[in-house]
């Protein structure tokens, strides 16, 4: 399964909009690295949310620059 990375940002008008190259990637399953302890291990760079937040997520619609 191909999955894309895309860098965008948020614009003046507060629409997303790609500033970057769209990449093609293909993952690749790493089950040595799947089953270690920092799989499970919390990031300290990613925030914590509550469930009400995760509930609110919703995709973000991306406007391709032209």
Do not use: Q, W, Y
């Amino acid at each position: 399964m191909t999955k894309r990375i895309v860098k965008a940002e948020f614009g003046s008008d507060g629409r997303l909009t790609v500033t970057g190259s769209v990449l093609e990637v293909v993952p690749r399953f790493d089950e040595k690295r799947a089953r270690s302890v920092a799989a499970f291990t919390p990031d300290s760079n990613s925030p914590k949310l509550t469930k009400r937040e995760l509930a609110e997520m919703r995709p973000a619609k991306v406007a391709r620059e032209r």
